[in-house]
C-alpha cells in the first residue's frame, strides 16, 4: 500500500502560503509559482530519477511513532519497528543516496542505534549546528528561509528550536525526497497547534523566489545560506537576493568557505578546489564582513572559524563516494589536493 507523503506535504505547503498571503500579499507571488516549481521537480524529462526516487518515499511503511525529537544532534523518531519493517526502510532509504546531511534516526530510541536505522550521512551536520546555534538571535515564532537546505537536516532543527515557520529550499531532485522521506515519518510532530506543518521544502534556488522591493513585503525573519556563497558566480548577487528575503532587522546567519588573511584576501581557484569545480570565491574573513557591509548588511560579526576535519565529512555507508581525506593532499593535510589551503568555514551573523 502506497503512502501520501508528499501529496500531504505539498497541500501543507499551499495552506501554509495562502495563510501567509493574508498578512503578506507577496506570498501570492510564490502560489503562483508554486504548481510549476513542485511538478518541474518529479518530471522525468527533467530529473530522470525523479519517479524512482517518488517510489522509494511512496512504499516507506506507516509506524506506530512513539515520540519525534527534533532537537536532538541526531534527529530522532522513536517508533516500533518490526525486523521486516526495518529491513524494508533500510532498503528504501537506501534507494535515495548518497545522504549528505545528517544525522537521522528512525526507530529505537535516541543513542540505541541497534534497535533503529541510523542514517550516518556524509557531513556531521550536528557539529555545525552546534557552531552556529548558540549564536542566533532566537527562532521561537520566527518565519526562516533555509537557502540550500540539501535534506532539510538543518531545517528540522529550526522548527525544533521553536521557528513558527520553516522553508528550505535546494532545486536537488534527491534531497527534496529525502526530506520527503523523513517528512513520511516526522509527520505531524511539528505541527501547529492547528494542525499545519511548521515545516517546508521548496526545491527552487534562491534566484527563483520572487523578490520584492516594496519594504514591508519580505517574508523571512531569519535567512541562513550555509555553504552557498562559495557556489556563486556572483557574491553579491547572492547576498543582495538573501537581503531581499528578509524583513528589516531580520537576521542573515551566511556560513561559507574562507581563507586565511586581510580585507583584500580573496582565494578565486584556477580550476578546481578540494575537487569541486563549481568554488568561485573564497574570501578572507575581513573581506567577507567588508562584503555584507558593502551590500548593505549592519551589525556584521564573525562568530565562529573552523577549519573541517575528516571526522565531521567523511566516507560512510550512506553515502559510499570520495568525500574530505580524498580531497585532501595524502602528505599534508593542510592543503588540498591542488595545493590550496584545506576548508575552513566562517559563521558570520548580519542584521538587514
Known amino acids: 500500500m502506497l503512502n501520501d507523503t508528499i501529496a500531504n506535504a505539498e497541500r501543507e505547503l499551499y495552506l501554509t502560503l495562502l495563510t501567509l498571503a493574508q498578512e503578506k500579499p507577496s506570498a501570492y507571488e510564490w502560489l503562483k509559482q508554486l504548481p510549476t516549481w513542485l511538478g518541474d521537480i518529479k518530471d522525468k524529462a527533467n530529473y530522470a530519477h525523479a519517479p524512482a526516487y517518488q517510489a522509494s518515499v511512496a512504499r516507506l511503511p506507516n509506524l506506530t511513532v512513539n515520540s519525534v525529537d527534533l532537537n536532538s544532534d541526531t534527529l530522532t523518531i522513536e517508533a516500533n519497528l518490526s525486523e521486516s519493517q526495518r529491513k524494508q526502510t533500510t532498503a528504501l532509504l537506501k534507494q535515495l543516496m548518497p545522504w549528505r546531511k545528517g544525522p537521522f534516526q528512525i526507530g529505537g530510541q535516541i543513542g540505541d542505534d541497534e534497535s533503529g536505522i541510523k542514517i550516518d550521512t556524509e557531513w556531521h551536520s550536528d557539529w555545525k549546528w552546534q557552531r552556529v546555534a548558540p549564536h542566533l538571535g532566537t527562532l521561537k515564532g520566527r518565519r ?3 537557502v540550500g537546505g540539501g535534506s532539510g537536516y538543518h531545517g528540522w532543527r ?3 528550536a521553536g521557528a513558527d515557520t520553516v522553508i528550505i529550499i535546494d532545486p536537488s531532485c534527491l534531497f527534496y525526497h529525502q526530506f520527503m522521506a523523513i517528512r513520511h515519518f516526522v509527520g505531524t510532530a511539528d505541527a501547529h497547534e492547528t494542525g499545519r506543518y511548521r515545516t517546508h521544502y521548496i526545491p527552487v534556488p534562491l534566484e527563483a523566489l520572487p523578490a520584492s522591493s516594496d519594504q514591508g513585503s519580505q517574508l523571512f525573519d531569519t535567512v541562513f545560506s550555509m555553504g552557498v556563497l562559495y557556489h556563486r558566480q556572483s557574491p553579491f548577487e547572492h547576498l543582495q537576493q538573501l537581503k531581499g528575503q528578509l ?11 574562507v581563507i586565511e588573511g586581510d580585507t583584500n584576501t580573496v582565494l578565486v581557484p584556477h580550476d578546481r578546489y578540494a575537487q569541486m569545480n563549481n568554488v568561485y570565491f573564497l574570501p578572507s574573513v575581513a ?4 562584503w555584507l557591509e558593502k551590500a548593505g548588511f549592519t551589525d556584521v560579526r564573525c562568530v565562529d572559524v573552523a577549519v573541517t576535519s575528516t571526522e565531521e565529512q567523511r566516507k560512510t555507508e550512506w553515502m559510499t563516494y570520495h568525500s574530505l581525506a580524498d580531497f585532501l593532499d595524502s602528505n599534508d593535510a593542510t592543503k588540498t589536493v591542488e595545493g590550496y589551503p584545506a576548508p575552513m568555514r566562517a559563521t558570520i551573523i548580519a542584521k538587514k
Do not use: S
Not at 524583513?247 to 568557505?257: A, D, I, N, S
Not at 573581506?287 to 567588508?290: K, Q, Y
Open 287 to 290: 573581506a567577507l564582513i567588508g
Open 144 to 146: 526562516v528561509l533555509d
Open 158 to 160: 529550526m522548527a525544533g
Open 247 to 257: 524583513v528589516k532587522g531580520g537576521e542573515l546567519v551566511l556560513e561559507t568557505l
